[in-house]
Nanobody, 110 residues
Framework: QVQLVESGGGLVQPGGSLRLSCAAS???????MAWYRRAPGKQREWVAI???????MYADSVKGRFTISRDNAKNEMYLQMNSLTPEDTAVYSC?????WGQGTQVTVSS
């Protein structure tokens, strides 16, 4: 089973940007891959998905601000997050159809 490890989270001011990475221990090129987030006191929310054919879809809350991408040669997936707001504060996790990463904390605060 492929293991997933997220990185790139941190503290950023409102309006700032972060790029999250999801490193896989094996090949991910055949999988649909997704990002989810869980804000404090809230249920996990789907953020974005990239299919095995590189189609992308986004939650309305992040559309136009976030960009999901993948590098199959590196077995990595990314989430570029721009124009961040405090409402984006959450633990962000990447997922494949069979596994989840541990998550990386993103905090948007002045």
């Amino acid at each position: 089973q492929v293991q997933l490890v997220e990185s790139g989270g941190g503290l950023v001011q409102p309006g700032g940007s972060l790029r999250l990475s999801c490193a896989a221990s094996g090949r991910i090129n055949i999988y649909n891959m997704a990002w989810y987030r869980r804000a404090p006191g809230k249920q996990r929310e789907w953020v974005a998905i990239i299919t095995a054919t590189d189609r992308t879809m986004y939650a309305d809350s992040v559309k136009g601000r976030f960009t999901i991408s993948r590098d199959n040669a590196k077995n990595e997936m990314y989430l570029q997050m721009n124009s961040l707001t405090p409402e984006d504060t959450a633990v962000y996790s990447c997922s494949s159809p069979t596994t989840w990463g541990q998550g990386t904390q993103v905090t948007v605060s002045s």
